[in-house]
């Protein structure tokens, strides 16, 4: 669209391909953009690329950190041998606003889909066996209650079983195909509460 | 929120500063862009350093433009005779877009407003009256038809009506599509009062 200069349009197209925004929020974003201080622009570049450079997965959960153990697993206040198996970070973050849950994480990075062509060995899986040669006694498994998420903890609950650990699914009660994120606080204490073994 | 590390959680808020991001669009953007190679996110902040350093306002019209003169100014089938003045230069983009106008623009960057504490001396108003000095035939004002926006159209025919160079206001009245029972009463009123012979 020749009407805006190069580097503007440019602009647009790039923010344009971010998730759930559209053109007309492109622009929107773009003008506002231009309109900000140098040192405004500055800043967001700056946090953009140092939140990109130095965040990394947690050695232990493998949540999203800027430090090399994330704060949960480095906690003295959280029961080690208590998981609780999540998609990704933002499912975690969900669960800690609960303030509720003082196990601890591990966060599989997706969960399997066929139609995607994400396998097993492309989630964070065998880092969770290798976990569980540690002492732990329960593996609690939140994974999203869409298709894959419940393929992913059948999947889970098979390779844990012969270990003797125990294996629970947070309880139904998140309405089918909904995201963790998205859900209130008390539903996902209902399911906390109500899971049950597999 | 201490639940993401400190670098997530900045540059969450950061992307939520943004105009029409709330904080779960951010958490989307942010994780999104974790997840993004580093090149990708290289060449985003790239682009709107690049943009912000060389966007600039066109000498003869303000619009936002990379080049000196933008390229509408700059253009020799366009009627420089006639300026259309818009408040910013998404305006000029949506009547760019009709691909029907050949004069050329003249962009105020906002609007008056005393609630907002911007005065004559804000907008780019002395720059249009340096440029009436010129051969001008019609100045079209098309400023958005909210109470600012008829403010300012308002002033600008004051000013420039001393000069006698024609001076127009485009037409308030029904959108093309628009169901009457959907529109208000004062643009029902106007689409009556501007009524036209057929």
Known sequence: MDYY??????????????????????????FHILGMSDEAVKGLTDTILDAKQNVHCCKECF???????????????????VIMVVENSRDLAAYEKTGKYDGVY??????????????????????LMVRLRQDVDEVIIATNSSVEGEATAMYISKLVRPTGIKVSRIASGIPVGGDLENIDEVTLLRALNGRVEL
């Open 5 to 30: 200069s190069g580097k503007i349009d440019k602009l647009i197209s790039e923010l344009g391909r971010l998730p759930g925004v559209g053109r007309k929020s492109a622009q929107r974003l773009a």
């Open 106 to 127: 591990h966060v599989l990075h997706g969960a399997i889909s066929p139609m995607l062509g994400i396998t097993p060995a492309d989630i964070k899986l065998k880092e």
């Open 63 to 81: 949540v999203l950190t800027d430090s090399e153990i994330c704060p949960i697993c480095a906690s003295q206040g959280r029961n080690k041998r």
